[in-house]
């Protein structure tokens, strides 16, 4: 295989990459030159289907929603491991099940207690 | 390898314990289960075996730094009892909390590969992460926390970088292969090599906080509870201190004149900025912070000067110096209670000063004792175990000829010798009104052990030798 | 640095050199490093943190493939676990930051003097 290039053979690259730009600052430009524009106090507020707007957006939100936030990336990250050992299920057998169900069991003790401490009970 | 499966067991049955309607019932059983941790360990004794498809390796030597850690844990959580009867506090939490960052010590104790070290050293440090900003409502613990959380981020990160530089340059992760690259290398060095290993050592020198690193362990230690103070203080130092041991012992030893004198360097650094901002300190507390750093000063003499007395100097020098700690924070925890209570009502000075010591001996001849102890240990001071440690340690200097250390080390353990009795005098020499404290009886044996292991080992030294 | 082992390596991965992984990891998290020491943002700071942990994950992964030695991407593994579970505490500990002070800026925090 060739593995030398010369600095012309990225010719199609830097077409590429100036097309894609050009596209994206052209109708930048054309949409805000060519569209009618009309201000008003209602047409710069937020839309909230008509309802007035209340507050600004960075009210405090329930600890109940991060709580579940973190608890997905905990366990959710955790299925990595099960990746390389389904590709592998048939060459670890039965030792690598026995390791799998135990981690699983380890995981389920927190998921465990993480009902327990009543985090997922949402009133 | 039983103590980690065994505490990682007990740490999961511990959290669901705590679902019991007593809380009375924790703290005997993380006494009990600590206790068969340290029993089990020594089941392969005289034995060399490897765990976990070559993970994790288990000699004397690992066995004894458990057992040191294993004790020290044991001790500070038999302290814990007042400290849990807080409506606030969680104990199955943080006893849960605890067990599962000794298994990160443990692994960091015995670790044969490198992902068993980032491993071990992240248990424990998202662990110690928790404790130090478990006092929820305190501004204090909560900025502790986070300078400690994103410096302890930083430096992994950093640490991670030089293992990956280390496996690019080759090609292993085990102490075994690194070992063989660097004793044998088929066309030179790369500079992957060199970058490696000092980002490697970067981040395990900020775990056990030695100067140019240290500057979170003032505040860490300053913000914490006490009682994870002393955790901190004494299981993080060993275990890191194991850790470096086993690192530069097994897989560095062949480019020593590469990395001692960079570390000979930050030991001079770590010994002068610990003992002279220790002298300037009012806090009681932060000046057992800035004696922790001085201490690790005095550790990485041994590592700078790697050699056969070593292995020895360091375990003996963990061991005198976390018993003289936890007995230290001991009396610290029931002082800073008693004045608490007081200052609650005519707002006097922080609990924590010098001045809360004023006149402790006479009313509580056995806090002031134990306290006194532990400040001529870790002072140095003869027919203490401390004497014996910096003994060892500066005979290590001594066999690798390395007389400038051993000078910059003597010059500072005088000016130690200043803070310390600064306690001593205020105990014994000063007025205060200090009433005479209750101490639990259980706290009392834990406080009477420590001391007498310290006077012991500083009479008999020989006690500890030819055990690995 | 060339690898020892040219058979076992495929040729769509030998096209482009270790090197160039080499700088664009160093990059990454050079970057990575001057958002940490620049930012006051407590969560910008951690996601400057996140971005080294991935510069090293990069690295391993380059060096693991052109090895052809699998531990380098165990490593990775252990690594995204780990990671994951730092995020966790950190943002817990943001997040009860934010509760006692209302603001997440690291130069707020300044009881804690020598």
Same mark, same amino acid.
């Given at each position: 295989?060739?593995?030398?290039?010369?600095?012309?053979?990225?010719?199609? *690259?830097? +077409?590429?990459?100036?097309?894609?730009?050009?596209?994206?600052?052209?109708?930048?430009?054309?949409?805000?030159?060519?569209?009618?524009?009309?201000?008003?106090?209602?047409?710069?507020?937020?839309?909230?289907?008509?309802?007035? *707007?209340?507050?600004?957006?960075?009210?405090?939100?329930?600890?109940?929603?991060?709580?579940?936030?973190?608890?997905?990336? #905990?366990?959710?990250?955790?299925?990595?491991?099960?990746?390389?050992?389904?590709?592998?299920?048939?060459?670890?057998?039965?030792?690598?099940?026995?390791?799998?169900?135990?981690?699983?069991?380890?995981?389920?003790?927190?998921?465990?207690?993480?009902?327990?401490?009543?985090?997922?009970?949402?009133? | 390898?039983?103590?980690?499966?065994?505490?990682?067991?007990?740490?999961?049955?511990?959290?669901? %314990?705590?679902?019991?309607?007593?809380?009375?019932?924790?703290?005997?059983?993380?006494?009990?289960?600590?206790?068969?941790?340290?029993?089990?360990?020594?089941?392969?004794?005289?034995?060399?075996?490897?765990?976990?498809?070559?993970?994790?390796?288990?000699?004397?030597?690992?066995?004894?730094?458990?057992?040191?850690? /294993?004790?020290?844990?044991? $001790? *500070?959580?038999?302290?814990?009892?007042?400290?849990?009867?807080?409506?606030?506090?969680?104990?199955?939490?943080?006893?849960?909390?605890?067990?599962?960052? %000794?298994?990160?010590?443990?692994?960091?104790?015995?670790?044969?590969?490198?992902?068993?070290?980032?491993?071990?050293?992240? +248990?424990?440090?998202?662990?110690?992460?928790?404790?130090?900003?478990?006092?929820?409502?305190?501004?204090?613990?909560?900025?502790?926390?986070?300078?400690?959380?994103?410096?302890?981020?930083?430096?992994?990160?950093?640490?991670?970088?030089?293992?990956?530089?280390?496996?690019?340059?080759?090609?292993?992760?085990?102490?075994?292969?690194?070992?063989?690259? =660097?004793?044998?290398?088929?066309?030179?060095?790369?500079?992957?090599?060199?970058?490696?290993?000092?980002?490697?050592?970067?981040?395990?020198?900020?775990?056990?906080? =030695?100067?140019?690193?240290?500057?979170?362990?003032?505040?860490?230690?300053?913000?914490?509870?006490?009682?994870?103070?002393?955790?901190?203080?004494?299981?993080?130092?060993?275990?890191?201190?194991?850790?470096?041991?086993?690192?530069?012992?097994?897989?560095?030893?062949?480019?020593?004149?590469?990395?001692?004198?960079?570390?000979?360097?930050?030991?001079?650094?770590?010994?002068?900025?610990?003992?002279?901002?220790?002298?300037?300190?009012?806090?009681?507390?932060?000046?057992?912070?800035?004696?922790?750093?001085?201490? =690790?000063?005095?550790?990485?003499?041994?590592?700078?000067?790697?050699?056969?007395?070593?292995?020895?100097?360091?375990?003996?020098?963990?061991?005198?110096?976390?018993?003289?700690?936890?007995?230290?924070?001991?009396?610290?925890? /029931?002082?800073?209670?008693?004045?608490?209570?007081?200052?609650?009502?005519?707002?006097?000075?922080?609990?924590?000063?010098?001045?809360?010591?004023?006149?402790?001996?006479?009313?509580?001849?056995?806090?002031?004792?134990? $306290?006194?102890?532990?400040?001529?240990? #870790?002072?140095?001071?003869?027919?203490?175990?401390?004497?014996?440690?910096?003994?060892?340690?500066?005979?290590?200097?001594?066999?690798?000829?390395?007389?400038?250390? /051993?000078?910059?080390?003597?010059?500072?353990?005088?000016?130690?010798?200043?803070?310390?009795?600064?306690?001593? +005098?205020?105990?014994?020499?000063?007025?205060?009104?200090?009433?005479?404290?209750?101490?639990?009886?259980?706290?009392?044996?834990?406080?009477?052990?420590?001391?007498?292991?310290?006077?012991?080992?500083?009479?008999?030294?020989?006690?500890?030798?030819?055990?690995? | 640095?060339?690898?020892?082992?040219?058979? %076992?390596?495929?040729?769509?991965?030998?096209?482009?050199?270790?090197?160039?992984?080499?700088?664009?990891?160093?990059?990454?998290?050079?970057?990575? +490093?001057?958002?940490?020491?620049?930012?006051?943002?407590?969560?910008?700071?951690? $996601?400057?943190?996140?971005?080294?942990?991935?510069?090293?994950?990069?690295?391993?992964?380059?060096?693991?493939?052109?090895?052809?030695?699998?531990?380098?991407?165990?490593?990775?593994?252990?690594? $995204?676990?780990?990671?994951?579970?730092?995020?966790?505490?950190?943002? =817990?500990?943001? *997040?009860?930051?934010?509760?006692?002070?209302?603001?997440?800026?690291?130069?707020?925090?300044?009881?804690?003097?020598?």
């Amino acid at each position: 295989m060739n593995t030398s290039y010369l600095p012309s053979d990225y010719l199609p *690259v830097l +077409i590429q990459l100036l097309l894609a730009l050009g596209f994206i600052v052209t109708t930048m430009i054309v949409t805000h030159s060519v569209g009618p524009k009309r201000k008003s106090q209602k047409k710069d507020d937020p839309f909230e289907c008509g309802i007035p *707007v209340q507050g600004d957006a960075r009210t405090p939100i329930s600890i109940k929603y991060f709580l579940i936030a973190i608890l997905f990336v #905990l366990f959710d990250v955790e299925v990595i491991f099960l990746y390389p050992w389904a590709v592998n299920f048939k060459g670890l057998g039965l030792t690598g099940f026995i390791e799998m169900i135990l981690f699983m069991g380890l995981l389920l003790a927190g998921f465990y207690y993480v009902i327990r401490k009543g985090v997922l009970k949402w009133e | 390898m039983f103590p980690i499966v065994l505490l990682s067991v007990f740490g999961i049955l511990l959290l669901f %314990l705590g679902f019991l309607k007593s809380r009375a019932i924790l703290l005997p059983a993380a006494l009990l289960f600590l206790l068969v941790s340290l029993a089990v360990n020594f089941i392969d004794w005289n034995k060399t075996y490897l765990y976990f498809n070559g993970m994790l390796l288990s000699d004397n030597l690992s066995m004894v730094f458990t057992a040191i850690v /294993l004790g020290s844990a044991f $001790m *500070v959580v038999a302290l814990s009892g007042s400290f849990m009867e807080d409506e606030s506090a969680q104990p199955a939490e943080y006893y849960g909390i605890l067990l599962f960052s %000794l298994v990160g010590a443990l692994m960091m104790i015995g670790f044969e590969n490198l992902i068993m070290l980032f491993v071990g050293v992240e +248990i424990l440090s998202v662990a110690m992460y928790v404790l130090t900003g478990s006092d929820k409502r305190n501004l204090r613990s909560n900025e502790a926390a986070l300078k400690y959380f994103l410096m302890g981020a930083f430096t992994t990160g950093i640490m991670l970088f030089g293992m990956a530089l280390l496996y690019g340059a080759t090609g292993s992760f085990t102490l075994g292969g690194i070992r063989a690259y =660097a004793v044998n290398p088929q066309v030179g060095l790369s500079l992957l090599f060199y970058v490696g290993l000092l980002m490697l050592l970067i981040g395990l020198l900020f775990k056990v906080s =030695a100067a140019p690193f240290h500057f979170w362990t003032p505040d860490v230690y300053d913000g914490a509870p006490t009682l994870f103070t002393a955790f901190m203080s004494t299981v993080v130092k060993t275990a890191g201190f194991a850790a470096l041991f086993r690192l530069l012992s097994i897989s560095f030893s062949g480019v020593y004149t590469f990395w001692w004198t960079i570390l000979a360097i930050i030991t001079t650094l770590t010994l002068v900025a610990g003992n002279i901002t220790a002298v300037y300190q009012n806090s009681f507390k932060r000046m057992m912070a800035y004696s922790s750093i001085s201490h =690790a000063g005095y550790l990485l003499i041994g590592l700078a000067a790697l050699g056969q007395q070593t292995k020895q100097a360091i375990v003996f020098y963990s061991l005198a110096y976390s018993v003289a700690t936890i007995a230290a924070f001991g009396v610290l925890l /029931l002082v800073a209670r008693q004045r608490n209570a007081e200052t609650i009502t005519s707002g006097g000075s922080s609990s924590e000063s010098f001045d809360a010591f004023n006149g402790l001996a006479r009313q509580n001849p056995l806090l002031g004792f134990a $306290m006194a102890v532990s400040m001529l240990s #870790l002072a140095g001071i003869p027919l203490t175990a401390g004497f014996w440690g910096k003994f060892y340690m500066f005979s290590t200097a001594v066999e690798r000829g390395q007389i400038w250390l /051993l000078v910059v080390a003597v010059l500072m353990s005088a000016v130690g010798i200043y803070y310390y009795f600064r306690v001593i +005098i205020a105990m014994y020499f000063r007025e205060g009104a200090t009433a005479p404290i209750r101490v639990a009886p259980f706290y009392r044996y834990v406080l009477v052990v420590a001391t007498l292991l310290t006077i012991g080992l500083g009479i008999a030294p020989g006690l500890l030798e030819g055990l690995f | 640095m060339q690898p020892t082992q040219n058979v %076992l390596i495929p040729e769509v991965i030998q096209q482009i050199p270790l090197t160039y992984y080499i700088i664009i990891s160093t990059a990454l998290f050079v970057i990575g +490093i001057i958002g940490v020491l620049t930012r006051r943002n407590a969560i910008i700071i951690f $996601m400057s943190i996140e971005l080294m942990l991935n510069a090293v994950n990069l690295l391993l992964i380059a060096f693991s493939s052109y090895r052809s030695d699998s531990s380098g991407q165990v490593f990775v593994f252990f690594i $995204m676990a780990v990671a994951a579970a730092e995020v966790s505490v950190g943002l =817990a500990i943001i *997040v009860m930051i934010y509760r006692n002070t209302r603001s997440i800026d690291v130069g707020l925090l300044n009881k804690l003097k020598w």
